[in-house]
């Protein structure tokens, strides 16, 4: 996932999201959702090859009250604000691609 901070309060917040995994496919459907709030997120952070993987899914709401849920691709925050409570483990958590279904799994290692 990538996320970046916008260039001010009159941007919106932006986010691609996907509804669910297509494990036939073996990819997301991807839909992109502006002008909205995010409700929700949660999510992992893990190690993928050497470096930092981020996981999350979230939930976020438009003016008219309606709410899109699904994995989060991408996010754009244009309020150039969001709270995050990041709970560590004494366990490193490894991401890596399961052959059997074709998706990123995590899996537990010890940090010591």
Same mark, same amino acid.
């Given at each position: 996932?990538?996320?970046?901070?916008?260039?001010?309060?009159?941007?919106?917040?932006?986010?691609?999201?996907?509804?669910?995994?297509? +494990?036939?496919?073996?990819? @997301?459907?991807?839909?992109?959702?502006?002008?909205?709030? /995010?409700?929700?997120?949660?999510? *992992? &952070?893990?190690?993928?090859?050497?470096?930092?993987?981020?996981?999350?899914?979230?939930? +976020?709401?438009?003016?008219? @009250?309606?709410?899109?849920?699904?994995?989060?691709?991408? /996010?754009?925050?244009?309020?150039? *604000? &969001?709270?995050?409570?990041?709970?560590?483990?004494?366990?490193?958590?490894?991401?890596?691609?399961?052959?059997?279904?074709?998706?990123?799994?995590?899996?537990?290692?010890?940090?010591?």
């Amino acid at each position: 996932m990538d996320a970046q901070a916008g260039n001010g309060p009159e941007q919106p917040t932006e986010i691609e999201a996907c509804g669910s995994w297509d +494990a036939a496919k073996k990819q @997301f459907n991807p839909r992109t959702f502006r002008n909205v709030e /995010m409700a929700s997120i949660v999510g *992992s &952070l893990a190690w993928k090859e050497g470096k930092p993987s981020i996981h999350a899914q979230g939930v +976020a709401g438009d003016s008219g @009250f309606d709410t899109y849920g699904g994995h989060i691709l991408s /996010m754009e925050v244009g309020t150039r *604000s &969001l709270e995050v409570t990041v709970t560590a483990y004494p366990q490193q958590l490894e991401c890596g691609i399961d052959p059997k279904i074709g998706a990123n799994v995590l899996g537990l290692r010890d940090s010591h």
